[in-house]
């Protein structure tokens, strides 16, 4: 469930019967429009969102109008009512956005965005999209979001921005670029010849030159300064001595001529006007239940204040919906606070009421809060919780409310304790939500919790919410679980995911899904593969049965990935076409996950060797992006791409993915049993760089006498392999040492079943055998690893290994194992040596007293070809930043200062 789309913020302000036409700006604002932005930056009163509504009043292309509020700090809410404002214009464009920001689970930021960008660019005529009143935004995920929108933005698309401070956007780079359109408080003040026909023919006055003159200097052109300027001269008959006694800055002037127009209007319209200064917009009926009875008709009353032009804006075309001007506002509040304090709280609350009545509970929730009606807030909060639960979407505006709330409040509610903790360890704070399970276990699991149970007088169990209840032991448990494998704590997952199937009904079963995924996760973690398989199978057939489609491509993905690992690479190849095959018939959008099975695909033809198919089923995985992937993706994307960079020679290159592959990583709900640090090591020591990896090692506490376990059995293989590389270069480490340490891992993997993990394992005991000599004694592994390993199609386990596995190989071809199999394998061997030869033949001798590298050279001709910095780190699998320092390199050391000069010179030099 999602919540509803106010439509009042994507209306349009329609055009005043009266308005000064300013020629000057709409012509540039107009002559910008191929550019990507404008920005109408300038403080509160300076006519930026009527300049922008009264062009676009005249404007041919079709504009989409939002304005912002404090609600849209959200980044969700942010992005729903963006989509809901270019649907006004375009009606089915985001929908499969809509519908992402709506299902769980949450998906990253930047899938969402290129869905987006990628609907824009399909979009048959140019638009506007008008972001009004942007300095209320200050979160910072809502301007990375903008950012990124910007920096990607389509043709089709011209975004205005309206605000009173300048965001924290590019904009230098932007005006480097050329592609931005500004408008400043010095454009927008009113000339001379602006401010007479603003005073004279449009607020009704007759000032002579000489007073319009010195009023427009006094105000500096500020429009909303002119404007409270006249509305108080109405009521006087010297305006010459009212304009020559207007002085201060603008915040005195404002709060000198708020007063004057509050003094000339009726008291009635004086009470409506501070009693409803707490809205943040008004309507008739609103407004109504705020005053009750000092006042008639409210709409009767708006209605009025529009025509008096008292700084209302109508926010829709039938004039139901209005807002006061900011500054107006501000000055109203201010007032009121001032004049009749004991008013406010009364005020907010029967706002709060209303809200409540119309089913707008977030901003029922936000009176209460202002009226400090804590107790109203905290059942309106309880009872929004069972929408956040459903969503299972992080939610910063219910954490933000419920924070507001007095702790002693909070502690006898055990649902608000419950999503309290949720919210916080969604969020991370884990000591945090420590604190607010064990308050819920007061009242939920007195048993549990005995020695912490209510006192004596102590407040009682409050619960509003009643249709939440009876799942909230088994959600309590389930958090327990999330916190247990937060800290790594595989018996507390198994221990907390048990009881909440225990305690859930047998009906719930998105609760008990959850549980019994996470049950099939502390398998996977403990290495019990065959009993995870399972549970994650009967976990995501409950979920479904709670009508949760999105696990059929998630739990498919989960299901082949064990048994990848079980070394079952046949039925995971049919597991990932099963689950492509659901995957697509669901429609569009693709559902998430399925950018992952297509990135599984890949990494098995990379195993077998096809690095044609491998790289064909990344480009499919890559065109789905984010959007249509798990929040892993981005991280196991770069190492696929390391892996087929290795296949393909570039070791250096190989390396600068599993970087980049760092700065990806987030924490994954999949057990992360092959570490990025590991990865890294392993190219380290088949580098001969031994030294690094030995400090690897000892950073992360290896050793042969180490209790074993499957989330470090990955570490421990590499290990391994750097004792061989040691002994094999120093004979500084005991042979037996490793051989039994090996022996141990074999043990471990062979009674859970692990076939892949076996397989590594003999492979490595093969090669420990061979850094001694002893041939015969190596193919005794070598061969068992062979049998297991042909049936599945395993190629680069074993070609990785290099020069000493394809002497073995040979040495096993010779005594005629496996021959059809180990033919395979050398001609991989051969093709690999081709290459590298191939590589070496293409690198030209370098003039240079220092030459430049195999990449710089690589960047260098992509220079020749045309390509940007943005796509050559595309077509090379590299960071940005990454390229720009090659270029940096590359220039230094052709003595050159851009890409004109370089390419000429490395002509010259005979190196293009």
């Given amino acids: 469930m999602s919540a509803p789309i106010l439509a009042t913020k994507l209306y349009l302000p329609p055009p005043r019967p009266k308005v000064v036409l300013r020629p000057r700006l709409t012509a540039r604002l107009a002559a910008g429009l191929h550019r990507k932005l404008t920005l109408i930056s300038a403080p509160a009163g300076f006519g930026k969102t009527t300049l922008v509504s009264e062009w676009l009043a005249a404007c041919e292309r079709p504009a989409a109008w939002l304005s912002l509020d404090e609600g849209d700090n959200d980044l969700n809410q942010f992005l729903a009512y963006l989509v809901a404002a270019l649907q006004t214009v375009a009606e089915h464009l985001g929908q499969g956005v809509l519908e992402t920001l709506q299902s769980p689970p949450p998906v990253p ?96 006055l007759d000032l002579s030159a000489q007073d319009i003159d010195a009023l427009e200097t006094r105000t500096e052109g500020w429009i909303a300064g002119l404007q409270l300027a006249a509305l108080s001269m109405q009521g006087h008959k010297d305006a010459s001595t009212f304009i020559h006694s207007f002085t201060g800055d603008h915040h005195f002037v404002v709060d000198y001529l708020v007063e004057e127009v509050l003094l000339q209007q ?202 939440e209840f009876p799942s909230l032991r088994a959600s309590l448990a389930n958090a327990r679980a999330l916190h247990a494998q937060a800290l790594g704590d ?131 995985s890559e065109a789905l992006g984010e959007p249509a992937a798990l929040p892993d993706w981005p991280c196991r994307l770069c190492l696929c791409k390391a892996r087929i960079k290795q296949a393909q020679g570039d070791s250096g290159g190989a390396l600068a993915l599993l970087d980049e592959a760092e700065r990806r990583y987030s924490s994954i709900t999949i057990p992360d049993v092959r570490p990025i640090s590991a990865l890294k090591a392993r190219r380290w020591v088949a580098q001969g760089r031994l030294t690094e990896a030995q400090a690897w090692a000892r950073e992360r506490g ?99 290994e290099g020069a000493p596995m394809a002497r073995l190989l040979s040495e096993a071809a010779a005594r005629g194992v496996m021959p059809d199999y180990t033919k395979r394998l050398l001609a991989g061997f051969k093709a690999e040596k081709e290459k590298g030869e191939a590589t070496v033949t293409a690198s030209p001798a370098q003039p240079l007293s220092e030459p430049l590298s195999e990449r710089e050279l690589e960047v260098l001709r992509l220079i020749a070809q045309g390509l940007s910095n943005y796509e050559i780190s595309k077509r090379l699998y590299r960071a940005l930043s990454t390229v720009k320092g090659h270029n940096r390199n590359i220039f230094g050391k052709l003595q050159v200062q851009n890409r004109t000069e370089a390419v000429a010179r490395a002509r010259e030099l005979g190196l293009l």
């Fill in 266 to 467: 009726p008291a009635s319209i004086q009470a409506f006007l501070l009693h409803t200064s707490i809205l943040d917009r008004l309507c008739g009926p609103l407004c109504d239940a705020v005053l009750g009875d000092l006042t008639d008709s409210g709409q009767t009353t708006l209605e009025y204040l529009e025509r008096a032009n008292l700084f209302v804006v109508p926010l829709d075309d039938h004039r139901q919906w209005y807002r006061y001007h900011p500054l107006f506002a501000d000055a109203l509040r201010a007032r009121l606070t001032k004049e009749q304090p004991d008013e406010v709280d009364g005020l907010h609350r029967q706002a709060s009421e209303w809200f409540e009545e119309n089913g707008l509970r977030s901003d029922a929730i936000r009176h209460a809060l202002s009226a400090a009606d804590f107790e109203r807030a905290a059942v309106l909060i309880e009872l929004v919780w069972s929408v956040i639960r459903r969503s299972c979407f992080r939610s910063p505006t219910w954490l933000g409310w419920i924070k507001s709330l007095p702790d002693e409040l909070v502690r006898p509610r055990p649902v608000l304790n419950v999503g309290y903790a949720w919210e916080l360890l969604n969020f991370g704070e884990l000591e945090a939500a420590e604190a607010r399970m064990r308050d819920a276990e007061r009242w939920l699991e007195p048993a549990a919790g005995a020695n912490e149970s209510p006192e004596a007088g102590a407040a009682e169990m409050v619960v509003v919410n009643e249709e």
């Fill in 702 to 800: 290896l050793s042969v006498d180490d209790e074993l376990s499957y989330l470090r059995e990955f570490e421990h293989l590499t290990l391994a392999r750097l004792l061989i590389a040691r002994y094999k270069s120093s004979r500084e480490h005991s042979w037996h040492e490793v051989t039994e340490f090996l022996e141990r891992l074999l043990d471990a993997a062979r009674a859970r079943g692990r076939i892949g993990s076996m397989i590594e394992i003999l492979v490595q005991q093969a090669l420990a055998h061979e850094a001694q000599g002893d041939i015969p004694a190596a193919l005794e592994p070598l061969m068992h690893a062979l049998k297991l390993a042909e049936p599945e199609g395993y190629l680069r386990l074993l070609i990785d």
């Fill in 109 to 204: 930021t930047e899938p969402i965005l290129i869905a987006l960008v990628n609907e824009l660019a399909t979009l048959p005529n140019p638009l506007v999209l008008v972001l009004d009143d942007y300095h209320v935004i200050d979160a910072e995920p809502v301007d990375k979001a903008l950012a990124f929108l910007l920096e990607h933005l389509p043709p089709q698309l011209h975004l205005i921005i309206t605000t009173r401070e300048d965001p924290r956007l590019p904009l230098a780079r932007l005006r480097v670029r050329d592609q931005l359109t500004e408008l400043r408080a010095t454009d927008l003040r009113f000339t001379a010849e602006e401010a007479t026909g603003f005073l004279n023919p449009v607020m009704g």
């Fill in 490 to 620: 595989v018996p507390g997952i198994v221990k907390h995911a048990r009881h909440a199937l225990a305690v859930a009904a047998e009906t719930d079963y998105y609760t008990r899904g959850i549980a019994g995924a996470m049950l099939g996760l502390a398998s996977w973690s403990s290495g019990d593969l065959e009993t995870a398989h399972r549970a994650i199978s009967e976990g995501t057939a409950s979920l479904q049965m709670a009508g949760n489609l999105l696990f059929e491509t998630i739990g498919g993905y989960f299901l082949a990935e064990i048994e990848v690992a079980q070394g079952r690479l046949r039925q995971a190849e049919t597991t990932y076409m099963k689950s492509l095959k659901l995957a697509t018939a669901q429609g569009e959008p693709a559902p998430q996950g399925l950018a992952n099975l297509w990135l599984g695909l890949s990494e098995l033809s990379l195993e077998r060797n096809d690095l044609e198919a491998a790289e064909r089923y990344l480009l499919k």
